[in-house]
């Protein structure tokens, strides 16, 4: 008779507006269901993470750096240590919180054991979740996916750079729009091997590039005429002059990843760097700026 399974719980307190955010990446570090908890100030929450046992210390580290990444935007936070639980049959119940997803007028972001029933109106980007840095279902993903629906002449703008590619969801969605070929980059070792995996289940390895390495060191690659990033408000901060650097002139720019005000303070930043910038969509709290190098 098989061991039974061993259960651990993460228990993190944090300003609401992140916990969808933190919730699109814990599934893909392994966890196999969250909570949210009400707090005493409504702006906060308690999310309870659930892991195997076997994968809890590592989903516990890598929330600790993930919230750390996110700096002083997402402060005040607190994370509990695992926790032992008893079991919970979340192998099977998480597969009921993620039905296919339509994403603007042409695309539908879908698990595998749905991928069958796509209809041929939706351009599908096949996602594994639970295994995978992003589910898509955060306002900062889709308004990117949406942004590159508009994006013309998409075939002819040579490869495209993807920042952060975490799940490689962003890759698939401008494969699938058009684009011949995008060069994906990402830091974590694990998010790199599940960008890959998804990417080969959507039959596209031969036209998305998946490559381990920190930004900017990009070797002889680039200018391109445009770049995905989808990552957060620091990374604007700190990386903005090697980031303009790699727009193409009159290549694009789609920046996201951005809570609050923080959207009008990177188009700023943007245009005093020479781009015409602005925030061209907004949705629960996140902002996608949209510039262009003239």
């Given at each position: 008779m098989a061991e039974p399974e061993h259960w651990s719980r993460l228990d993190l307190e944090l300003p609401l507006p992140f916990a969808d955010w933190v919730s699109a990446e814990l599934l893909g570090w392994g966890c196999v269901g969250i909570e949210l908890g009400d707090l005493p100030d409504a702006s906060r929450v308690r999310l309870s993470a659930f892991f195997l046992d076997v994968d809890a210390r590592s989903g516990y580290r890598k929330l600790n750096h993930f919230m750390d990444a996110l700096g002083e935007q997402a402060l005040p936070w607190e994370l509990s240590p695992p926790e032992p639980v008893a079991p919970v049959d979340w192998a099977n119940e998480w597969r009921h919180h993620f039905p296919p997803m339509e994403v603007g007028r042409r695309l539908v972001i879908v698990p595998p054991w749905d991928a069958e029933a796509v209809g041929r109106d939706r351009l599908p980007i096949v996602l594994q979740p639970g295994m995978a840095f992003g589910t898509g279902r955060h306002p900062s993903t889709t308004l990117v996916l949406e942004a590159l629906?508009?994006?013309?002449?998409?075939?002819?703008?040579?490869?495209?750079?993807?920042?952060?590619?975490?799940?490689?969801?962003?890759?698939?969605?401008?494969?699938?729009?058009?684009?011949?070929?995008?060069?994906?980059?990402?830091?974590?070792?694990?998010?790199?091997?599940?960008?890959?995996?998804?990417?080969?289940?959507?039959?596209?390895?031969?036209?998305?590039?998946?490559?381990?390495?920190?930004?900017?060191?990009?070797?002889?690659?680039?200018?391109?005429?445009?770049?995905?990033?989808?990552?957060?408000?620091?990374?604007?901060?700190?990386?903005?002059?090697?980031?303009?650097?790699?727009?193409?002139?009159?290549?694009?720019?789609?920046?996201?990843?951005?809570?609050?005000?923080?959207?009008?303070?990177?188009?700023?930043?943007?245009?005093?760097?020479?781009?015409?910038?602005?925030?061209?969509?907004?949705?629960?709290?996140?902002?996608?700026?949209?510039?262009?190098?003239?």
């Open positions: 629906e508009q994006v013309a002449d998409l075939d002819q703008l040579g490869t495209v750079l993807d920042i952060g590619c975490g799940s490689g969801i962003l890759s698939i969605g401008a494969v699938r729009l058009g684009a011949q070929h995008v060069l994906a980059i990402d830091y974590d070792a694990e998010a790199v091997r599940s960008a890959r995996e998804n990417i080969d289940r959507n039959g596209l390895s031969d036209r998305i590039t998946v490559a381990g390495q920190r930004f900017p060191d990009l070797g002889d690659h680039g200018p391109f005429r445009l770049v995905m990033a989808n990552v957060y408000f620091t990374f604007f901060e700190q990386q903005l002059p090697d980031l303009v650097g790699l727009v193409a002139e009159g290549g694009r720019l789609l920046a996201s990843g951005l809570e609050g005000e923080e959207g009008g303070r990177v188009a700023e930043r943007l245009r005093a760097a020479g781009l015409e910038a602005e925030v061209s969509q907004s949705r629960q709290g996140w902002s996608l700026v949209e510039a262009e190098r003239l």
